[in-house]
Structure formats: structure tokens, C-alpha cells
């Protein structure tokens, strides 16, 4: 057996064909270790991650493929690792223990001391490989119970299909999504690839994250473009397979799978948000195993890696995936094990882990504004948040935009928040933390469709400013923890205004404010609008944008005391039913 290296992998079709046969022979062919795969990976993450790639060859026949990468010249890892459900040493089985060890030998020469491998299955041959192995210590822990739907015989098909489709959840949203109109699954294989549809699966799976307070990994262009890349080269063999569901001519639902030897991939499913109360996610799922069921060639529907409770309903087997570190002294072993049970203690205990998670942002909050602004500026800060923590007080400005004054409107049109919006915005500022923070607020009020959300496109139709507008009375200026009454039902507050931080300094928040009042005053509304007095350049927009200021809130504190008072300015009146002295004591 003779072992050789390449970073790069080769475009000529030799390689391919040669590899791809060779996952044919192994124990367990999967979509993941083909070279549809390692080569999607590898063109997209290029910057970032240098492939690593082993094959061995008996004479000119090629007889195993370790996909790997160096994220550090003493680290490997799997190519695909951070991708791909399953990752393994491909090869024949007998073949495994031999080409196992010398991939370890060489690379205990070339100097890797930690190898990290995610998602090995635990029936595969490499687990005794390497447990077996001298050049390194072995440290393997459970990583995922994969669900499994098995599809078994005709008879059994049968009854698997009977049994999913009399479940009393997949009845009740059948019929809700019916009274819509025709429900259907389509295949995409390839054919619909160019016509934007990957686009669309794109937005929604983005949109769905931040309905459910979390920003999805496709926020990331790589992730994106990984996910084209390979959808374009498995399509180029069948393998690819985007599962859509629809009502009429709408998608509600896609799965983002693969269809490789018998196995169905529920890879990447989402949701259309507005139809996620009639639960399109179980009936897409419902409809892929009744079609599965129904190819004789499909052996298995495979959930996939997450533990998630509606898999359970469909599951009847599942498969182990192992996390296994090597590492080549005994030091970096009992590391490895050791952070292992730190972290799964702590996870045991979610109180303690919760206090984890905020030290750890914390720190990592702190590490970038020591590398961003220096020591200094960075304990003045800390040491500004202690004093305003004993001992503050806080001031916020109160405006009015003046009766009978029409607003200037120039520039772009303000349009309605909605979720493609929210989506295309997250997707271009996913390097903006603050930005990306912002979007997950405005996701949660609009998903519970708590007041009204505004954009102001860019010229790419992408928005650079966000705008709220919510009822006066009631109104929480939060950074006081003040309650806000009207005296008219037509009084209306725009709050919580955004521009990404890249964005800032060109008068984008004046011209969406002055477009705002011009819908609202349309409405007949009594427009307000507020600032800290601390943020200066948001108070110079409102000011700009024609609103007067009408009277302040001013909080004193000192330790648990807090009082509240107010004060006018322009001669401004502030009535009864506006604030009163119960109120303003805090």
C-alpha cells in the first residue's frame, strides 16, 4: 500500500470516478464521503481550511481516501467535519486497519499531535482502527443517535405508510393546510437549480432561525455557497434532491436531502414562517417517507444528525456517530478528556451552564475590545458600567412632531418589515454582531406581531435602517423603566430605529423618520419619538428630521433607590393623564 498527499484536488474525472467506486465498497456508501462532497467543501472553505488529503493505491488501483484538513500545522481534522451527518477513512473493510495506520504514522511524522474526528460512525470499521492504534491515544465519546426510518419489505411498507398517515398530528394539518388548497411534495433532482428555488429555500431556512430566536448557519455566505456548490455537483449525478412542499402554488416547506444508495437525507428542512401553525414541517416529512416507501429502490430515510422529539415519531432504529480526539502524547489526551466532563457537568446543571455561557461571552466580548481598542479604553468602560451600577443618573428626551408641519419625503420608500426582508438584511450583515442582535429583537415582535416594523431599502433592496411604531399609551421607554399614558387614542411612538453601524453618519435615520411621519400624519397621528440623551448622533437625526423636543425623563438612582421626574421645555404642558407623580416615583 503506498500513501501519498495532495492540498489541491485534481478537476480531471479519473480521481473522481475512482473515488466515488471505492465509497461503493465500503461497509456503509454515503452521500457525505463521496467526492461530490469533499470537493464542495474544499472550494468553498479554501481561505479557511487547507485540505489534507491521503490516498493510497496497490499498483495503479486506488484503495483508500482520507479526506482531511489542517486547520493548524499540528492539528487534522476531517474535511468535511463540520458539514457532512457522517465522516470516515474510506476504503475497503478488510483494507481498513492497514491504511488506518499508516495514515496515523505519517502524520505523527509530519509533526500532528491532535486529530479531531466529528461524526464517525460507531459501526464503522475505523472505530477498532484506531482504538487498536499505538501511535496515538484514542479518546472516543458518543456525538449523535441518528434516527433512521427503515423501510424493510413491501409489506412493511405498507404498514409504515398506513401508520404515519393516521397520525392524529399529520390529519389535524393536513386538513388545515388543505382548506388552503392542494397539498404536494415535488423532487427537484436538478432541473430547477437555475430558477432561483435554492434562493428561496435559502431565505426561508434564515427567516425560520430568527422566528425562533436564533440566527441559522446560511446567514453565512460560505455556508451559502457550499451549499450551491454541492447541490450543483451531486445534481450533476442524481444524488441531489430538494423535497418541496406545497399548497397551491405556494412552498410552505423544503428539505434540503440527497437520495444516494437507497438512503433519503432529511438534511436541512425549514418552514415557511406564516404557515408554521399548521405544522408543514410534519407533513413534508410525513409525505417523504410515503414517497420513499413507495420507490423500491429506497432502503432508509435518514433524520439525520439532532436529537429533535418529532423524530421519534417517525424513527424505528438509529445510528451511533462518535466524537473521537487522537492525540499523540498523554498530556493533550487527559485535556481532551478532561474538558469533556467539565462541560458535560456543567451542561447537567442549566443554571451553572447559563452563568458559562454569559462568563464566556463576556470574555470573548472582552478580548475584542482589548484587540479593537486597547487596555485603557476597555477598563474605563468597565469601570463607567460599576459606577453607573452604584450610582446614575439616565436622561431621555421626549419629541413631538409639530401640528400642521408636513414632512419632507426624499429619497427611497420606507416599505413594511416582513421576513424576506429580515432575512436578506441578516444574511448581508452576518458579520455584524450588534446588527444581527438587533434583527433577532425585531424577529420576536414581529412574530408575535407586536407593533409595526419599517424599512428603508438600500439600492440593492436590502434594508439600511429599521423603524418601529408602537402606541403611546403603554409605551415602556425601557431604558427607564417608565410606563408612558396618553391623553389622545391617536398618539403614536417610534422607537428602537437601527442602522447598521457600516451605515451610519449618511442621514439614512433622518430620511426614514421623515418618510415615517408622512405615513403616520396620513393616519392622523400625534407622532413622538425619544433618544437618550447620551446617544447624541440619534438625537441630531430626530432634530434633523424637524421633531421638537417636549419635556425629559430623568432617573437618579443610587443603589436600590430610583426616582423618576420629568421636565418640559418650549413651554410644553405635560397633563395628568400623561404621567403622574405615582408613576414618575420608581
Known amino acids: 500500500m503506498r500513501l501519498s498527499w495532495i492540498s489541491e484536488l485534481p478537476e480531471d474525472g479519473k480521481l473522481r470516478a475512482q473515488w466515488d467506486d471505492l465509497v461503493l465498497e465500503s461497509e456503509h456508501p454515503e452521500v457525505f464521503l463521496t467526492w461530490e462532497w469533499a ?25 483508500g481516501i482520507a479526506a482531511l484538513a489542517k486547520p493548524s500545522p499540528t492539528t487534522a481534522v476531517f474535511l468535511a467535519g463540520s458539514t457532512a451527518d457522517y465522516c470516515d477513512f474510506i476504503s475497503r473493510t478488510e483494507k481498513r486497519d492497514e491504511f488506518v495506520r499508516q495514515v496515523l504514522s505519517n502524520l505523527k511524522e509530519s509533526g500532528i499531535r491532535t486529530i479531531v474526528l466529528p461524526n464517525l460512525p460507531a459501526d464503522s470499521a475505523t472505530v477498532a482502527a484506531l482504538r487498536g492504534n ?111 412542499l406545497s399548497v397551491g402554488d405556494r412552498e410552505v416547506g423544503f428539505n434540503y436531502g440527497f437520495r ?20 408543514p414541517g410534519f407533513c413534508l416529512l410525513t409525505k417523504i417517507v410515503e414517497d420513499a416507501c413507495k420507490d423500491p429502490e429506497a432502503k432508509v430515510v435518514d433524520l439525520g444528525l439532532g436529537t429533535e422529539g418529532y423524530k421519534e415519531r417517525f424513527a424505528n432504529a438509529q445510528r451511533t456517530t462518535l466524537h473521537v480526539t487522537l492525540s499523540s502524547n498523554a498530556i493533550d489526551h487527559w485535556r481532551a478528556r478532561g474538558r469533556y466532563h467539565v462541560a458535560t457537568a456543567i451542561r447537567r446543571r442549566p443554571g451553572l451552564e447559563a ?28 469601570a463607567a458600567r460599576v459606577r453607573g451600577f452604584v450610582a446614575g443618573r439616565d436622561e431621555v428626551f421626549l419629541y413631538q412632531w409639530p401640528d400642521g408641519t408636513r414632512s419632507s419625503v426624499t429619497g427611497r420608500e420606507l416599505v413594511s418589515l416582513s421576513w424576506e426582508n429580515l432575512a436578506a438584511a441578516a444574511m448581508k450583515y452576518s458579520e455584524d454582531r450588534e446588527t444581527l442582535e438587533y434583527l433577532l429583537r425585531s424577529a420576536d415582535r414581529f412574530h408575535i406581531q407586536q407593533h409595526r416594523g419599517y424599512v428603508l431599502p438600500g439600492e440593492d433592496g436590502i434594508a439600511e435602517h429599521f423603524a418601529w411604531v408602537a402606541p403611546y399609551e403603554g409605551f415602556v421607554v425601557a431604558e427607564l423603566g417608565q410606563t408612558l399614558r396618553a391623553n389622545s387614542p391617536d398618539k403614536v411612538m417610534i422607537f428602537d430605529c437601527w442602522t447598521p453601524p457600516a451605515l451610519r453618519g449618511r442621514g439614512l435615520c433622518s430620511q426614514a423618520i421623515q418618510q415615517l411621519v408622512s405615513c403616520l400624519i396620513g393616519e392622523s397621528k400625534d407622532v413622538w419619538i425619544f433618544g437618550q440623551v447620551t446617544d447624541s448622533a440619534l438625537l441630531g437625526e430626530i432634530e434633523r428630521a424637524g421633531f421638537r423636543r417636549r419635556f425629559s425623563l430623568v432617573r437618579r438612582k443610587i443603589l436600590l433607590w430610583k426616582r423618576t421626574q420629568q421636565q418640559s421645555y418650549e413651554g410644553y404642558t405635560l397633563s395628568n393623564s400623561e404621567t403622574s407623580p405615582k408613576e414618575a416615583v420608581r
Open 39 to 63: 470537493t464542495a467543501v474544499a472550494r468553498t472553505y479554501k481561505s479557511s481550511l487547507q485540505p489534507w488529503i491521503g490516498t493510497a493505491h496497490e499498483g495503479e488501483e486506488l484503495v
Open 134 to 244: 499505538r501511535d496515538f491515544r484514542s479518546f472516543l465519546r458518543v456525538g449523535y443517535q441518528c434516527a433512521l426510518v427503515k423501510l424493510g419489505s413491501e409489506e412493511e411498507r405498507r404498514f409504515l405508510i398506513k401508520q404515519v398517515l393516521k397520525k392524529s398530528m399529520f390529519r389535524r394539518a393536513m386538513h388545515s393546510l388543505e382548506q388552503l388548497g392542494p397539498v404536494s411534495l415535488r423532487h427537484e433532482r436538478g432541473e430547477r437549480l437555475q430558477e432561483g428555488i435554492l434562493d428561496t429555500f435559502v431565505s426561508t431556512h434564515v427567516a425560520r432561525f430568527l422566528a425562533t430566536g436564533r440566527v441559522g448557519n446560511l446567514v453565512m455566505k460560505d455556508r451559502r455557497q457550499f451549499l450551491f456548490e454541492l447541490a450543483r455537483l451531486l445534481a450533476e449525478r442524481r444524488w441531489f434532491d430538494l423535497m418541496t
Open 260 to 279: 444516494y444508495e437507497g438512503s433519503w437525507s432529511w438534511y436541512q428542512p425549514t418552514i415557511v414562517n406564516e404557515f408554521a401553525d399548521s405544522s
Open 355 to 382: 452563568l458559562a455561557r454569559q462568563a464566556q461571552r463576556g470574555i470573548s466580548r472582552g478580548r475584542k475590545s482589548v484587540r479593537g481598542n486597547g487596555w485603557f479604553p476597555t477598563l474605563a468602560s468597565a
